[in-house]
């Protein structure tokens, strides 16, 4: 039998808060501040490119050519269904357009996309990406609706902004 | 020192600089997308015999391509690349990165050393590697998925 386990009596004042660290350090300059007390609201481009999951491949690629995008999003009855990206087109589509043009962008799109919403930090936009590696990420209001899309380039827009400002 | 500070002192050198993938021009651009594709990344350099940097070609000329040029992918590299493109010295400061990336609206900058040699390919990603290490705790925890509704209850 294991002899039971004798509890220590803590010293007064020896107590330590296990979450007093939880918080994390404090904001050390303005940009710093604005990127994680601010909204993404403030970072997020609109407009935005969109299109029809029942409009076919080739619909998409044309799209993007015509409008310089590197992501579309996929809208169906006002709700964000997927997202097309430039990724998409390099993964799925590049080797075999011929054969694939005709196919519904629904079947080579990327579904349910990572979305932040336009209450969030902007810090936590900028892990996404950098975490799971995703370039544009859909910006969405309480009620789901799409109200814009944060990408690197508004980011680095954003930093810059904050650079003239100053 | 802040985030803003380290933008503006701190050298490219700390952000993580990829070796990037990189082709003769005469290469054809159906090998450049399938390293692109093995290597997940989006842009390549065009080297010449000397190392130099002659072109680039990204991921973001693919959908031009596709639909205005069929056959490019077996013509060789040197047709489609992009022979503006902006680099970077290895010990410039990351602002001047930031600049860059938004003057000349790219996503990658080619970083070479001081004789002017290819050391690689920088772009927004490792950019936003850097800022996200200031917000370890600005992960995101509400739900990830665009899906409103569970397939099935939760529980018993």
């Known amino acids: ?166 | 020192m802040g985030l803003r500070d380290d933008l503006l002192k701190e050298p490219v050198s700390k952000l993580a600089i990829s070796p990037g993938v990189r082709f003769p021009p005469t290469a054809p651009v159906r090998a450049a997308v399938e390293a692109l594709r093995e290597k997940r990344e989006g842009c390549v350099i065009v080297v010449n015999d000397h190392g130099r940097p002659e072109g680039k070609f990204t991921e973001h000329q693919l959908a031009g391509l596709i639909a205005t040029r069929p056959g490019f992918l077996d013509e060789p590299i040197s047709r489609h690349m992009r022979t503006a493109w902006a680099q970077i010295r290895i010990d410039e400061p990351i602002a001047s990165l930031i600049h860059k990336l938004q003057d000349y609206r790219l996503r990658y900058v080619i970083v070479v050393d001081e004789e002017g040699k290819a050391q690689g390919v920088i772009g927004q990603r490792a950019l936003m590697h850097f800022i996200s290490e200031y917000f370890p705790h600005h992960v995101k925890t509400s739900r990830m998925s665009a899906k409103v509704s569970m397939d099935a209850r939760e529980g018993a």
């Open chain 1, 1 to 166: 039998m294991t002899p039971k386990r004798q509890r220590r009596a803590v010293e007064v004042g020896e107590y330590s808060d296990p979450l007093k660290r939880y918080d994390g350090n404090p904001p050390q300059d303005d940009l710093e501040r604005q990127l994680c007390e601010g909204t993404v609201a403030q970072i997020a481009q609109t407009p935005v490119a969109f299109i029809s999951p029942i409009d076919t491949v080739e619909d998409g690629v044309q799209r993007m050519a015509e409008l310089n995008v590197g992501c579309l999003l996929v809208v169906e009855t006002d709700r964000l269904v997927g997202i097309f990206t430039q990724s998409d087109l390099l993964l799925r589509v590049i080797d075999r357009y011929d054969l694939i043009k005709g196919t519904l962008l629904r079947d080579v799109m990327t579904p349910d996309p990572i979305f932040v919403r336009n209450t969030d930090q902007p810090a936590k936009a900028i892990n996404l990406m950098s975490v799971g590696g995703f370039r544009h990420i859909p910006v969405l209001d309480c009620d789901d609706r799409i109200v814009g899309l944060i990408g690197p380039r508004r980011v680095t827009a954003y930093l810059r902004e904050h650079f003239a400002k100053v």
